[in-house]
């Protein structure tokens, strides 16, 4: 009785706790496994693939522990023992080879990917992409439309469909540039344009955030990025570029202010080139990397290394 | 910029703790200072502290005084990490839960680094210490002056980060503290300060250990100890401090440029003026990188040891191993770009991180099927070190896995800097070094204290680490793919977050339950000692030299150092000799063996004045600090008497009794 129990209390333990666990995977919204565009649907199926494939090494592993630690116990006395068992080329040829095939196939999917999904290579699309800047700030975002001629504040929209051109830079400490139900993110540094390309296939609001620790309003440094039909996205920019707030240089620099939690906001006509502008002061004496706004090359010119 | 005019530079009575949460920690520092030092007073114990302890020389004193410093710091930043979880847990919505932002910047910045430095390195070296001379059958390190002086310098280290709780305010920017946000601009106080000199002192004790320990390795292994005949551990720990001798430097000179930034106005890596942060990023990684794999090699190497001596067998595919050791050592210097694919360092440069991030798996792959095939046709005893040992298969497989996911730049793009990444380096970590060193510390135990630890209190202490660490890290795996970025101190309810950190909390606490057992398990085996006494030196049927000693181990290791012809010479001297007959030493010869010294401890008090200085920018302070550290040097490189000798007569004497006690004779 008490053996049985032994047994039975851990399994059902298990079992609840797992059936708990799914039925709240299944009533919630995963993100990163529910993508809403292109890149991140690849990026999805990446993920799904690479796992499939670990269970190559996780089956054989798993199945061994589990039979080699019952069958070789201590009370198992009818079990072979061989104590000076210590080596076999074969057994050991078969698993340098089973990883290193496994990484292989990994290898080319990785560089393949790595290419395919660069941030900074445009997408595929027969819709022309469209540019919208974006700067981190002490602890907001900032999204300027050079098209458009509007900006806004921890709210991004832009039409579905249709390719975005993220260009990123910070005006502050780094940050990451992450909208995880549309792909992958990318950093933002002050002095240097990162470049980020994304395309949402369905209207919605997602979550966007900075992923890299920047200071004390950094939890709150979070914005909505809403995608909706180009109709849509038109009335908004139309509605944005009324607003009464202009974007000049010194609107600009009290909004660079650090701020937490702030709420959305937008602009009309931001002063020409500001984006440019924010790059070029961190432009100092003598500086061969910083600041050099290239207009999206996806080169890193400042690893410094050179 | 410099306020050096001062005579006490930044320090003022600000500095000391304004608010409840900062008065607590200074509290428990304080009260638990002032508590040891009462115990010391009311049991007049300081004398036999400072002969004993605190001046002694011995490797083996220097490992416990690693180990137990090493424990005291997992309960600190073991409390940080109840502290943030508790947050993250009620955080949410219009409930801002128990920290500020500030403070919960500090704490987690304070979990990482107190947990890599002080616990991690502070275990291993402590292992080293014990284990490695007597493994290759030495009488003690290579330069056990420096030794001393490493252990005090990871002390000061340990010192100055607790320091700041007190005095001051610890670093908000991160364990690695990124520029610009660790930078005088964006971080004006004294925090990453702290953070640069505790790091840059115990730094410098690491990279002394490390030249060390790889030159006992080299030359102070007895006769017959070819390399291919070293055990696992030897050579993990040879791979490891060859790390540490290439990569510590790094660090050094990445933390002094960082302080050059700060106060004296320099450009290394600011934004703007010609700095560049992705500098620093590039700089910290190739130290921190190499930096796991110090971790975790002397770990595998007491896995090594654990699954041959539990498994009754020899290890299998030593060559394997010894291959895949040096293979993991010469590719963790290639991989440091894949912390950061996400900086944009273009397709080319991101899959060539990529590949070599997963090439690594291959070698830790090898091992992981090597220790199967040692349990494989052995007899298997399950005793606590062999648990830890199954519970790290288990944990390292599934976050290797989840490493190699994230070793392709593309899915990265997508779990950088998430609670996926977060769950998949805890995975690694506990599972590999912490599991490691539990199993190591409970398995050499015996030696060191003369008597086992209690089975009953190392089970609980097991399933409480195991079952806690799937609850509490479990759930950030999901969070990650969930789009939660690391380090949040509040969030939005409507994202779905809560429930997943309510259970990562509770698993932090079934951990603390298993810390708790832990330290019971020490009280109750000292309660016990008489039941459990190891009166043979061998209790687990061991097959390495220091098996062969008695327990505890006496303080001149061997009295005739060992010759050996096997990988496992104790083992194969068991099989030859007929049963109950131990091979006695016929001939004994004098030793020379080092005498105690405080210099190693003054050096570290000067060392604290040097740090504290830098800090607070009290320029006489560190003056001192640099001064008194240079003439203890000089004192000791003219004192000619650091030595005492021991006869062949007294030495005979010694072993007679030590093996009568230990059962041996």
Redesign the interface.
């Known amino acids: 009785m008490n053996k049985k129990f032994k047994v039975i209390l851990p399994v059902a333990v298990i079992a609840g706790f797992l059936s708990l666990a799914v039925w709240?995977?299944r009533h919630?919204?995963?993100?990163?496994?529910e993508p809403r565009g292109p890149v991140?649907l690849?990026?999805?199926n990446?993920?799904l693939f690479?796992?499939g494939l670990?269970l190559f090494?996780?089956i054989p592993?798993?199945s061994?522990?589990i039979f080699?630690?019952w069958k070789?116990?201590?009370s198992n006395e009818s079990?072979?023992?061989?104590?000076?068992?210590?080596?076999?080329r074969i057994?050991?040829t078969v698993?340098?080879l089973?990883?290193?095939l496994m990484?292989s196939v990994?290898?080319v999917?990785?560089?393949n990917?790595?290419?395919?999904?660069?941030?900074?290579?445009p997408l595929n699309s027969t819709t022309p992409p469209m540019t919208i800047q974006v700067v981190a700030l002490d602890w907001k975002w900032l999204f300027i439309y050079p098209q458009q001629h509007i900006a806004s504040v921890n709210l991004v929209q832009f039409p579905k469909n249709t390719p975005i051109d993220f260009q990123i830079t910070s005006d502050?400490?780094?940050n990451?540039f992450?909208i995880?139900?549309l792909?992958?993110?990318?950093?933002s540094?002050?002095?240097m344009s990162?470049?980020l390309h994304l395309m949402a296939s369905q209207d919605g609001s997602f979550?966007g955030?900075?992923?890299?620790?920047?200071?004390?309003?950094?939890?709150?440094m979070?914005f909505v990025a809403r995608s909706s039909s180009l109709k849509a996205f038109e009335a908004w920019a139309h509605n944005a570029s009324q607003s009464q707030d202009k974007l000049s240089l010194a609107a600009y620099n009290k909004l660079d202010r650090p701020s937490q939690n702030n709420p959305v906001a937008f602009y009309s006509s931001p002063t020409k080139n500001l984006y440019g502008t924010i790059l070029a002061?961190?432009?100092?004496?003598?500086?061969?990397?910083?600041?050099m706004y290239t207009g999206g090359s996806?080169?890193?010119s400042?690893?410094?290394?050179q | 910029m410099i306020e050096f005019a001062s005579l006490l530079g930044k320090l003022n009575w600000s500095a000391l703790p304004q608010d409840p949460i900062t008065a607590g920690g200074a509290a428990t520092v304080v009260g638990g200072v002032l508590g040891v030092m009462a115990l010391l007073t009311y049991f007049k114990r300081w004398k036999w502290l400072w002969k004993e302890w605190l001046t002694s020389l011995d490797p083996k004193k220097i490992g416990v005084m690693y180990i137990v410093v090493a424990v005291v710091m997992l309960v600190r930043a073991g409390t940080d990490a109840l502290m943030m979880r508790t947050q993250q847990a009620i955080s949410v919505g219009s409930n801002h839960g128990i920290l500020d932002s500030n403070h919960f910047q500090q704490i987690f910045s304070a979990h990482g680094t107190i947990m890599i430095f002080f616990v991690g390195m502070g275990l291993m070296f402590g292992l080293i210490n014990l284990i490695m001379p007597l493994q290759i059958g030495s009488r003690d390190v290579a330069f056990p002056f420096l030794n001393s002086i490493s252990f005090w310098l990871f002390f000061v280290g340990v010192v100055l980060v607790n320091l700041s709780l007190v005095i001051g305010a610890f670093s908000a920017a991160g364990w690695l503290a990124y520029p610009p946000l660790s930078e005088l601009r964006y971080s004006p106080g004294v925090g990453v300060d702290y953070w640069i000199w505790s790091l840059e002192i115990a730094g410098i004790g690491s990279l002394l250990s490390g030249i060390n320990f790889l030159t006992t390795i080299i030359k102070m292994r007895c006769k017959g100890m070819t390399l291919m005949k070293m055990p696992m551990f030897v050579w993990t720990v040879m791979g490891a401090m060859t790390l540490v001798i290439f990569a510590f430097p790094i660090l050094t000179v990445t933390l002094t440029l960082l302080y050059l930034d700060r106060t004296f106005g320099m450009h290394f890596f600011t934004a703007g003026d010609g700095g560049n942060m992705m500098m620093y990023v590039n700089l910290i990684w190739a130290w921190g990188h190499p930096e796991v794999y110090i971790l975790v090699l002397p770990a595998f190497g007491v896995f090594s040891e654990v699954v041959a001596t539990f498994s009754r067998k020899r290890l299998f595919g030593y060559t394997s191993m010894v291959w895949a050791t040096w293979a993991i050592v010469a590719l963790s210097f290639s991989v440091w770009l894949h912390h950061f694919f996400t900086m944009g360092a273009g397709a080319d440069v991101n899959s060539f991180f990529g590949i070599m991030t997963m090439i690594i798996a291959v070698p830790t792959g090898v091992k992981i099927f090597n220790w199967l095939f040692t349990m494989y046709r052995g007899r298997i005893l399950f005793a606590t070190p062999m648990r830890w040992f199954m519970g790290f298969v288990v944990l390292f497989t599934l976050g290797g896995i989840a490493g190699v996911l994230l070793g392709v730049p593309a899915i990265d793009f997508q779990l950088h800097n998430s609670l996926f990444l977060v769950a998949h380096f805890h995975t690694m970590i506990v599972s590999g070094v912490l599991f490691g060193y539990f199993a190591g510390i409970t398995y050499w135990f015996p030696k060191f204290a003369g008597f086992r630890l209690n089975e009953r209190f190392g089970n609980y202490a097991f399933w409480c680490w195991f079952i806690g660490f799937i609850l509490a890290f479990g759930p950030l795996y999901v969070l990650g793919l969930m789009g939660a970025t690391r380090r949040l101190d509040h969030y939005s309810a409507s994202l779905g977050y809560q429930p997943l950190f309510i259970v990562a909390g509770i698993g932090v606490g079934i951990i603390a339950l298993g810390v708790t057992a832990q330290l019971l398990q020490v009280f109750v085996s000292i309660r016990q000692r008489h039941e459990s006494r190891d009166t043979t030196g061998d209790p687990w049927n061991g097959r390495t030299l220091e098996w062969s000693t008695p327990s505890p181990v006496p303080y001149y290791n061997y009295a005739v150092t060992p010759e050996v012809d096997n990988r496992d010479p104790f083992w194969a001297v068991k099989q030859a000799r007929t049963a109950g007959v131990a091979v006695e030493p016929q001939h004994y010869e004098a030793i020379t063996l080092p005498k105690n010294s405080a210099i190693g401890l003054y050096i570290g008090i000067f060392s604290f004045l040097i740090g504290f200085g830098a800090i607070w920018h009290i320029v006489w302070l560190a003056a001192i600090g640099l001064f008194g550290a240079f003439v203890c040097i000089l004192i000791r490189c003219n004192d000619d008497h650091t030595e005492h000798h021991i006869s062949a007569k007294k030495l005979e004497q010694l072993d007679k009794q030590a093996r009568a006690q230990g059962g041996l004779a």
């Open positions: 709240y995977l919630t919204t995963i993100p990163i496994l991140g690849q990026e999805r990446l993920l690479a796992l670990s090494v996780i592993v798993f061994l522990l080699i630690a070789y116990r201590e079990a072979k023992y061989s104590p000076d068992f210590d080596h076999s057994i050991e698993w340098w089973i990883p290193s990484i990994l290898s999917v990785a560089w990917s790595s290419h395919s999904l660069d941030p900074y290579r502050s400490v780094m990451s992450w995880p139900q792909g992958g993110q990318i950093y540094m002050p002095g990162s470049q979550n955030l900075s992923a890299n620790i920047s200071g004390t309003g950094f939890a709150g979070t002061k961190y432009d100092g004496p003598g500086t061969a990397m910083s600041g996806a080169s890193m400042g690893m410094g290394m």
